[in-house]
């Protein structure tokens, strides 16, 4: 599976949009970018998954880049429940593998 | 349709002994994996189980095992616990085996190895 890169933590403010990258310059073609999240304490959550389009569900909106090298996960109006660690992995198959992900902050 | 659920929440044991960790998957999926997740850290992947049979591994050693039963639920079985297997176990429940489907999380089960 290829290696993402993402930021350590990142602070929005309540109401604003979140937006999270995450670098995969090592992404092979039949590999989808997956994020998960995971709230103090509890197990992680999934929140979307894309293979080349963009894609909106009722939690996020996920941006990947025309090479596939690079993803964005936005929340588009952040509220203090959203306070969590962010896992970008991207993965052929069913085995994830979390790397250290964003610890995003919302702030009121 | 009911969510992953694990059990025991919390279990202290000694180094060297056994535990099982238990683990109900969600209505309808038939894939199972489990992760070890240290403090601080993301989570590991173990193993996955498909339909009863072990379908994938991470860098454990054979002193984790497992099982799925006829129903998709699951154990972890850790045997001779070391201090460093202190950590949140977590499995997470899917459908397809190997493809790439989204895997929903139980709330884990804390272990402290002393």
């Known amino acids: 599976d290829a290696k993402t890169t993402q930021p350590p933590s990142m602070d929005c403010a309540e109401g604003r949009a979140a937006n999270l990258p995450c670098n995969h310059s090592?992404?092979?073609?039949?590999?989808?970018v997956y994020w998960y999240r995971q709230i103090h304490s509890q197990g992680p959550q999934y929140i979307i998954h894309?293979?080349?389009n963009n894609e909106t569900n009722e939690m996020a909106s996920l941006i990947i880049t025309e090479d596939r090298k690079s993803s964005t996960l936005i929340l588009p109006h952040a509220t203090l429940r959203d306070t969590a660690v962010y896992y970008c992995i991207v993965t052929a198959g069913n085995m994830l593998t979390f790397g250290g992900g964003t610890r995003l902050m919302v702030k009121p | 349709e009911t969510g992953v659920t694990q059990s025991p929440t919390h279990l202290i044991k000694t180094r060297g002994q056994q535990v099982t960790l238990r683990c109900s998957s969600q209505?309808?999926?038939?894939?199972v994996s489990w992760y070890q997740q240290a403090l601080g850290q993301g989570p590991q992947f173990i193993f996955q189980?498909?339909?009863?049979?072990?379908?994938g591994r991470g860098n454990f050693p054979p002193r984790f095992s497992g099982l799925q039963f006829p129903n998709y639920s699951s154990e972890l079985n850790v045997n001779a616990l070391e201090l460093d297997d202190s950590a949140l176990y977590l499995c997470?429940?899917?459908?397809?085996?190997?493809?790439?489907?989204?895997?929903?999380f139980g709330p884990g089960t804390r272990l402290t190895v002393t």
């Open positions: 894309g293979l080349k």
């Open positions: 209505s309808g999926h038939n894939t």
């Open positions: 189980y498909y339909r009863e049979e072990e379908n």
């Open positions: 090592t992404i092979s073609g039949n590999e989808y």
């Open positions: 997470a429940s899917s459908l397809g085996g190997t493809l790439a489907y989204e895997q929903y």
